[in-house]
């Protein structure tokens, strides 16, 4: 199954409807990508079992939606303008770029054996301008990462809400970084969604907090179904560690490519606070009103990829095995995040009281779970069909539901079946589905 996972994975998504490459129609644009309409429903379902564990199921974070565009001073304040870059190594033969980082010690172009370029700074931040006139006076930045919009509306929320710490703020939102290399499909893009808390604590409690989050994080994953051999925590050594990070643990998944980030945890200390009071002049600190004193929080920060978790859920949901003669795909998604709950199918599609009960069954299940209705192919086809994006029940009508009401359920992983009566089958489902 391992073989040529990577190929399955985006094969599949093409052909299934989970991702397609961006402005194909017109060759494409690199490293950008089109959630199509199961990929659509895979990406809400994650970022919703996110939002549900962090901001519903806890007592101690606010939810937030700041906004892409900000003030270029957000920027200079927080280090990005001058710190945020990757150095560049140009082929002088072929022309091709590279992160100077990944060459190592080689001289020579990995493609052509060209001779290299000493490395440049590239500032990884998407510039434009505000406005009629494309001046230095008008230039702002799309945002490379949610976090300032959360450092910069920390004193309205105090204002607002008047949380007590340790609390945090949480946002699930589009940023852009200007990367020199990207690749492995959905991994490493020029535009991507962050899921981000900024937690606040008491400077001698990070130390505390930042294990907590590792384990909770980490936890999340294999709650979902991601298996535990797949993940690993990775803690920063210190030469790797951000500016304004004092400690950093990456939650690592094995792609087919390698161990890679899903996730890093990092204790950003007092850093982006102290930062923007400077810059603003404006007062950013936490008055604690049992002990009459004033002071800096520190951070602790859970940062994610929305689409590099997609991608890993689809790497370790994907599963083969033989059923008779044939090899059988399936997507072991968690029922959280499966695209479709349901798909009702009629045996047969020319027998208009057998399509009359399946539309009937279908149109009531909607109103309480993601179901699809399909008739476009025989019912092994249509089952293989389901399998392959991840769909957890199939419900059949057949001729002999005419007679008996009743109809069969098919569950995805085991395919065992089970006659249910026509009136039932919703409340058989929804136990199913939310247990």
Not at 46 to 70: H, P, S
Not at 164 to 187: C, D, H, M, S, V
Not at 316 to 340: F, G, M, N, Q, S
Request: contains cysteine; hydrophobic residues 35%; aromatic residues 12%.
């Amino acid at each position: 199954m391992t073989d040529n996972l990577m190929e399955k994975i985006v094969s599949l998504a093409k052909r299934r409807g989970f991702i397609f490459q961006s402005s194909e129609a017109y060759g494409g644009l690199s490293n950008t990508w089109d959630y199509g309409p199961f990929g659509v429903e895979l990406k809400n379902n994650l970022k919703a079992a996110w939002w549900k564990a962090n901001v519903y199921e806890r007592n101690d974070i606010l939810g937030m939606d700041a906004a892409i565009l900000m003030h270029p001073e957000v920027w200079r304040a927080s280090g990005h303008v001058d710190n945020f870059f990757d150095l560049k190594s140009d082929c002088k033969t072929c022309k091709k770029r590279f992160k100077t980082a990944d060459l190592k010690d080689n001289k020579k172009c990995p493609q052509c054996g060209g001779e290299l370029t000493e490395g440049r700074p590239f500032n990884l931040m998407f510039k434009t301008y505000q406005g009629p006139v494309e001046d230095a006076a008008n230039i702002v930045y799309l945002r490379p990462e949610t976090a300032q919009g959360m450092f910069v509306n920390f004193t309205n929320i105090l204002d607002a809400r008047h949380p007590k710490l340790p609390f945090g703020l949480a946002q699930i939102g589009k940023a852009f970084r200007n990367e020199i290399t990207p690749g492995n499909f959905t991994f490493r893009t020029r535009e991507f969604e962050q899921m981000e808390i900024e937690y606040f604590v008491r400077p001698e409690e990070a130390d505390k907090n930042l294990e907590e989050w590792i384990k909770t994080r980490f936890d999340w994953y294999i709650n979902l179904g991601i298996k535990t051999e797949n993940l690993r925590k990775r803690p920063h050594g210190k030469e790797e560690l951000a500016h304004y990070a004092s400690a950093c643990t990456d939650i690592e998944y094995n792609f087919p490519f390698g161990w890679s980030e899903l996730e890093g945890i990092a204790n950003r200390t007092d850093f982006d606070l102290k930062q923007h009071a400077k810059q603003s002049g404006k007062d950013f600190q936490y008055f604690d009103d049992a002990a009459k004193q004033r002071f800096y929080p520190y951070i602790i920060e859970p940062s994610g990829g929305v689409d590099r978790s997609v991608l890993a859920f689809l790497v370790d949901a994907y599963h083969e095995e033989k059923v008779k003669d044939d090899i059988r795909v399936v997507l072991k998604l968690h029922r959280d995040l499966a695209p479709t709950k349901v798909a009702v199918l009629p045996l047969l599609r020319n027998r208009p009281e057998i399509v009359e009960l399946a539309q009937k069954i279908c149109g009531e299940l909607k109103k309480n779970m993601v179901t699809v209705y399909d008739d476009t192919g025989s019912i092994g086809k249509l089952y293989r069909r389901q399998d392959e994006v991840g769909t957890l029940f199939c419900v059949t009508v057949d001729v002999q539901s005419m007679e008996d009401k009743q109809v069969t359920v098919r569950e995805r992983d085991s395919m065992q079946q089970e006659r249910i009566s026509v009136d039932k089958v919703k409340d058989y489902l929804s136990e199913k589905i939310n247990k």
